[in-house]
């Protein structure tokens, strides 16, 4: 599947080339022979990366094929836009941050797509003998719903998936993938400090949600 146009990430500035001096890319040899044209050096990159990759994309977006699409998605314009990467930040650092930029867009779309199914299937159903309104789901919650909230990492998921996109994205980026503070707020394009707050509140709402869930048991 091809990308949907989005365009590459804007090469950083000097900042971070200065911090990569203190800490250089391990992937700078295999880019740099992707740019000469080598392709089994690009295949390296997918087999180290797509796993993380897939897993911010579906922490993201709660949906694995749409997750695993945004991935494929992700590496396809990475390679199409790899001579335009000058190596001022690492590659994992690019190319989280088109990932992250695909999934935020793809989220839009999932969620656009189920409000509109929604309506479709609460719409009322056309008969020889008139419109016959769908039956309204239960609000009681099933024995198997009730399991799975026995499960904490499915919570804490739930947790997750509540939060807003701006804090969302800072708290898989620094607890789940441990990016460093300099480096989310590259991939964000916002200051470290605004990082820190974002994420202070996000783990604050995580806490009061698995509060609130917690209670309901």
Not at 84 to 112: H, M
């Amino acid at each position: 599947m091809s990308p949907n146009g989005t365009n590459p990430p804007a090469i950083l500035s000097n900042p971070i080339g200065s911090r990569l001096q203190d800490n250089p890319d391990p992937d700078a040899g295999l880019v740099a022979a992707v740019q000469q044209g080598d392709l089994n050096a690009f295949e390296s990159l997918v087999t180290k990366h797509q796993k993380r990759m897939l897993n911010i994309a579906f922490r993201l977006i709660d949906d694995h094929d749409e997750a695993c699409e945004v991935v494929q998605d992700a590496f396809v314009s990475a390679y199409r836009h790899i001579r335009t990467f000058r190596g001022e930040a690492k590659f994992t650092t690019w190319l989280t941050t088109i990932t992250v930029n695909l999934s935020k867009n793809r989220l839009k779309q999932v969620r656009s797509r189920k409000v509109r199914e929604a309506y479709s299937l609460d719409a009322p159903v056309r008969t020889d003998e008139g419109e016959l309104a769908m039956d309204a789901p239960s609000p009681e919650p099933s024995i198997l719903d009730r399991m799975e909230k026995q499960d904490i990492r499915t919570r804490v998921q739930d947790c997750i998936r509540s939060l807003d996109s701006d804090f969302r994205e800072v708290l898989v980026l620094r607890d789940m993938q441990e990016f460093s503070y300099d480096e989310i707020g590259d991939m964000l394009k916002v200051v470290p400090g605004t990082v820190k707050s974002r994420l202070f509140r996000a783990r604050e709402m995580v806490k009061e949600c698995l509060k609130q869930l917690m209670g309901e048991l």
